[in-house]
């Protein structure tokens, strides 16, 4: 479950320099993995599901600075990818409006990331603050809420197509299948956070695996109207609903969220095998949350070769700010354990890499 705030798109750019030389990324040819193209290097996801509260969510200020240091200092702990949220209201004025305004602002965004030289994971529809929300979209019928999701993929795709940093489009973080109208299209609360998205509250007569196939072809099939070439995935936890064979046919790669339990690292890893399904798979998130540092290097160290990407989360605090604040006595516990994540995420990224 995602358990950080999102990141939403706002802002102006200025660019310091010319972006480096990318190319794109697809599934290699034995559908383990990934590759660059034209170079035919392999591809490994490394990297965070990135957000930053600086002046996102404010047009008077500019975020850009900041957002260039993140991706700078990700860039040299070997991170290659970064994974943003995107914010279903900030991005559809209504049924048949997508804000331009910040389509253009993610545009942006991409350029930023094709200067460091970082990939991203652009996950949509993002509702998880309860003050964020169109009460004229959670107020739709089944389809009619799709056929909007679909509005705003093709509008993203449209925006995105020709960046070569766009590693993938998710087309929702970690959704149910099946709710009721009293229970609301939103659940999983974290944090006065609800993460979890529910796709139906109007058809439950119909297998889930159905219905769960039927909406991700829906948006699938928007995003290819406007964009050929990009991969597509899902971000499932591992009690998803629904088995991800079952919308598989629609997606170019399996992503799956795993926080390893202390003393349950071998569980995490039995998780991890169940989405093993012939596609590539990348933990799209993880973290020591509930578990200890070392725990969380171990279960990464063991899941190679089942995954072949890993993305961790980036706090607002940098690496060098933490270590900083450890030297003068003034660390938290919960800022140990970032600076633990960031020193772990430095020192196995080239052994994950694949590049020792």
Known sequence: MLRLLLLTVIGVVSLAGPALAMDSIAVSPDHKGFVLVPSGKTFHPWGHNYASNDGLDDPAKNPWEKIDADLAAMREMHAN??????????????????????????????????QHGIYVDITGLACYGKDARAAWYDALPDKERWAVQARFWEAVAKSC?????VFCYDLVNEPVVFGT???????GNYGGYEFLQRLSLDQASRPPNEVAA??????????RKQDKSHLITIGMLPIFAVAPKAVEKDLDFISVHIYPSAGKVDDAIANLRQFAIGKPLVVEETFPLSCSVEEERDFLLKSRGIATGWVGHYLDKSEADLKAEKAAGKLTIGEAI??????TF????PEMLGKK
């Open 181 to 187: 109208r009293k229970d609301g299209w939103y659940t």
């Open 81 to 114: 990818l970064i994974r943003i949220h995107l914010r279903f209201a900030k991005f559809m004025d209504g049924p048949d409006k997508p804000n331009e305004a910040a389509l253009k602002r993610l545009s942006e965004l991409l350029t930023h990331a094709e």
């Open 161 to 165: 197509a020709d960046s070569p940093a």
């Open 214 to 223: 039927e909406w991700a072809h829906t948006l699938t099939t928007a995003i």
């Open 346 to 349: 430095r020192a196995i990224g």
């Open 338 to 343: 970032n600076l633990g994540w960031d020193e």
